[in-house]
């Protein structure tokens, strides 16, 4: 079996060769550093190692103006030129004229209508479910797509056994802002259980939203914590996703934020992409724009 791993990353972007601006110039990114040797900037925008390849991606796709999370989201997920669609960048949740695509094309139901297994592995604590069940659907474009294609959604106990992925990667938040019996978990420990789910499926995806809060200028108590643990992660999961075999890993975002601090808003800069394994070229050579991302997926399957 082919698996395919999806990393997607709220609000990162390939920016200007500024440490006043740029995180990723500022702060020791190893999966960027150490693991391709090099960080990416509009004058540098692709990055090869060997079964590996970093590159950018168009977010924008015809549309002026700020790209924004619904319409991205829904063109990364559901394979449609929803900017275009819709006529202009929507977010952050998907507008309701395009609740109809999620629920008809999104990722997760068109690999079940194949045949095959995929999973969502974001575990949601009680609130979200409470806030579900009580009628309101202001959701993600991912817990929609999980929620329309029938998906069961993580909870508390598979997080707690080891089978599922807290949304900030160690589990932080669940207990400190939910009080949650949990321990905190070391993001090689949380790699290991991304892998074990993942060579079981044939697609499964991890959202990290928190680098769009810290773009926007949130939670700027967290910045060094929370940017650690994320790049731990990343460097951790590129080390040992290279040594497995058919497997195919992708990392993309819906639009830039993070890459400049500078101000408080998206930007117009391109999405940055990773992709490794056995299909990275194929990859590489088909994704050009955020729609482009669900079909060359599918595609390896066909």
């Not at 069961?152 to 707690?160: D, I, N, Q, S, T």
């Amino acid at each position: 079996m082919h698996s395919t791993l999806m990393i997607f990353i709220d609000g990162i972007g390939i920016g200007e060769k500024d440490e006043e601006k740029n995180p990723f110039f500022r702060y020791d990114f190893k999966f960027l550093s150490e693991f391709y040797g090099d960080i990416p900037h509009l004058g540098n925008q692709v990055i090869r190692k060997e079964n590996a390849v970093l590159f950018p991606i168009d977010p924008l796709m015809g549309v002026p103006n700020i790209p924004l999370s619904g319409t991205g989201q829904t063109s990364i997920f559901c394979g449609v030129n929803a900017q275009e669609i819709l006529g202009q960048h929507f977010g952050p949740h998907p507008h309701p004229d395009l609740k109809h695509i999620i629920e008809k094309e999104n990722i997760f139901k068109s690999f079940l209508e194949f045949g095959l297994k995929t999973t969502f592995v974001n575990a949601y604590p009680k609130p979200f479910f409470d806030y579900i069940n009580s009628g309101r659907r202001r959701l993600s474009v991912t817990s929609l797509s999980a929620l329309y294609a029938g998906l069961e959604l993580r909870r508390y106990e598979e997080l707690k056994n080891g089978n599922a992925l807290s949304a900030e990667i160690d589990n932080s938040i669940w207990i400190n802002k939910f009080s949650y019996d949990l321990e905190l978990v070391k993001p090689e420990t949380a790699v290991d259980r991304l892998l074990s789910i993942s060579i079981d499926h044939h697609f499964t995806l991890f959202e990290y939203f928190l680098t769009d809060h810290l773009g926007h200028g949130r939670h700027k108590d967290q910045f060094d914590n929370w940017i650690k643990t994320l790049d731990s992660f990343l460097f951790d999961l590129l080390k040992k996703s290279e040594s497995l075999e058919n497997f195919t890993l992708i990392i993309c975002s819906d639009h830039g934020n993070f890459e400049d601090i500078s101000i408080k808003m998206h930007t117009l800069n391109p999405s940055l992409t990773i992709a490794l394994g056995k299909n990275h070229n194929l990859f590489f050579d088909k994704i050009k724009n955020l729609s482009d991302i669900k079909e060359t997926i599918l595609g390896q399957y066909r």
